[in-house]
Each structure stands twice: as structure tokens, then as C-alpha cells.
């Protein structure tokens, strides 16, 4: 299958499974690859990347995929779907990353925050 990569906002074609992305997160560059995003099936980015997405994904002049969300919560997300386990950075707003698994709809970072771990997870780090 020949797959053709897009520069300057274009559209971005297909991508084969396993190939490697570079996303422009609001200025801030992840690489990962298409399994990865695609790992939570009611997402919105396994929409985007899925085989036989018809999604419309505008890259920029080096062909890095466009998201517009904020980069620090968005890492979270990120490492959910490589890791399938939300592992918060230090500093970062709980409510800020919850907030933008809704806008992805990746539903186990949402399913984490209204559980029960998380009550368990800063009474630990609390120390109470």
C-alpha cells in the first residue's frame, strides 16, 4: 500500500499500522505512532487515524499532524493510550486533563477521574 504524506495543510492521507506520527499539540511535538492513537476505538483520534478514517487531518509545513489541545494535559492522554494507565505529572490539573479526555472522548482517562482510584491516589499522595 503507497501512502502519501501531506505537506503544508493539506489533508493527510492513509497511514499504515505501526507508522509513526509527529503531532504539533499546541506547539509542543509528540511522536507515536498510529496504534498507539488508535488504541481507544471511541475515541476521536482512533476516528482520525483509524485505516479507514475520512477524517479531514491538517498538517503543517513539515507534515506534523495539527491538534488543537493544551500539551500538558494532553501528555497524559497520550501516555494513557500507550500505557492503558493514567500516571498524572506532578503539577499538572487533574481537572485539566479529565477535561480534555472529554474532548478526545478516550473514556478510561474519564472512567479513572470519577472513580474511586482517584480518591485513593491523592490520599496517598497527600500523606492522609
Not at 79 to 101: F, Q
Request: aromatic residues 12%; negative net charge; hydrophobic residues 40%.
Amino acid at each position: 500500500m503507497e501512502v502519501a504524506v501531506a505537506r503544508g495543510r493539506d489533508k493527510l492521507s492513509k497511514y499504515r499500522p505501526g507508522d509513526w506520527v509527529t503531532l504539533d499539540v499546541g506547539g509542543r511535538l509528540f511522536r507515536t505512532t498510529k496504534q498507539t492513537l488508535c488504541n481507544d476505538p471511541d475515541s476521536i483520534l482512533y476516528r482520525m487515524f483509524s485505516e479507514d478514517s475520512e477524517w479531514a487531518i491538517e498538517v503543517d509545513e513539515k507534515g506534523h499532524v495539527l491538534l488543537d489541545a493544551d500539551p500538558k494535559y494532553f501528555a497524559a492522554i497520550l501516555n494513557y493510550l500507550r500505557m492503558n494507565e493514567v500516571i498524572p505529572d506532578p503539577g499538572v490539573s487533574t481537572k485539566g486533563i479529565l477535561a480534555t479526555a472529554r474532548y478526545f472522548h478516550v473514556q478510561g482517562v474519564i472512567d479513572f477521574f470519577q472513580s474511586d482510584r482517584r480518591q485513593a491516589l491523592f490520599s496517598w499522595g497527600s500523606g492522609g
